[in-house]
């Protein structure tokens, strides 16, 4: 004789099993950001390695698009709201700094360009920007380490340029290397906070550390699309920032690399 289930149970099972569904998906399944076309972040700059509270004005704020991945590379567009200090009498001016980027060392560069040394109008990048090009994702994940390189040779020549440059030769002179040995070096397996398609959700990410002790980053772990989720300055030991200058100089760097990004769409 065919029985049917109890209609009590039918109903428990229509309310217990998409629960059940969506614990599993709380339990560490995060299906794979594709790298293409429409898929959009916000960066926002960090503060001693924190997202400081959203800024009313949305100043330093950046909005980036993919227009187009292919064997060639890929194209985005941004825009960045910043504030220009004018004179000790006047309120800073706003301005938006926007472009088009022809990334074209997405494939085998060596290193990014932080968002800070983006220039106005259009421009090629010929390292990976803020995606670790895969040829150097493979070789972190497979020996701990990749050759690494932040390029600022895109941006004017301007104060926050030189004081990287500066710093950048100091911590070389330091560690005792030049820059074709600048490496990162895998730290752990973490996880990334960040919003995706509106949900809050745990990014699976690779933290590592670059050679010269400059900063820490959060990778993406995602071979198809290692993008730079987060790139926090490492402050330096108390006795190296002890004058007003070189106060100045790391505070600058600290506000001028440090990003992350806060909310991926796609």
Not at 54 to 68: H, M, N, P, Q
Not at 163 to 178: D, F, M, P, Y
Not at 211 to 235: D, H, Q, R, T, V
Request: proline share 7%; net charge negative; charged share 25%.
């Amino acid at each position: 004789m065919r029985r049917s289930l109890p209609f009590f149970l039918v109903i428990a099972l229509f309310w217990v099993l998409p629960a059940l569904a969506g614990r599993a998906a709380d339990d560490g399944f995060q299906p794979p950001i594709p790298l293409g076309r429409n898929l959009r972040f916000f960066v926002r700059p960090t503060l001693m390695g924190l997202v400081p509270p959203v800024d009313s004005e949305g100043y330093g704020e950046a909005f980036i698009r993919v227009l187009r991945v292919d064997s060639a590379g890929l194209d985005v567009r941004y825009e960045i709201k910043e504030r220009i200090a004018q004179d000790a009498k006047a309120d800073d001016a706003p301005r938006i700094r926007r472009g088009e980027i022809h990334v074209t060392g997405f494939e085998d560069g060596t290193g990014i360009t932080p968002p800070l040394f983006w220039p106005d109008g259009d421009w090629t990048a010929a390292d990976g920007l803020i995606w670790l090009p895969r040829a150097g994702y493979q070789e972190l994940i497979e020996t701990g380490s990749c050759p690494w390189q932040i390029d600022y040779s895109a941006g004017a020549e301007d104060e926050a340029v030189a004081e990287l440059r500066r710093h950048l030769n100091s911590q070389s002179t330091a560690e005792g290397v030049t820059s074709g040995e600048f490496h990162l070096t895998l730290e752990s397996q973490d996880h990334y906070p960040c919003w995706v398609n509106g949900e809050r959700t745990e990014l699976p990410a690779q933290r590592a550390v670059d050679s010269l002790g400059l900063a820490e980053y959060w990778i993406l772990a995602n071979e198809a699309n290692p993008l730079l989720l987060k790139m926090s300055f490492i402050p330096p030991a108390a006795e190296a920032a002890a004058s007003d200058h070189a106060a100045d100089e790391l505070g600058l760097l600290e506000a001028g690399i440090g990003y992350a990004i806060v909310e991926i769409d796609y």
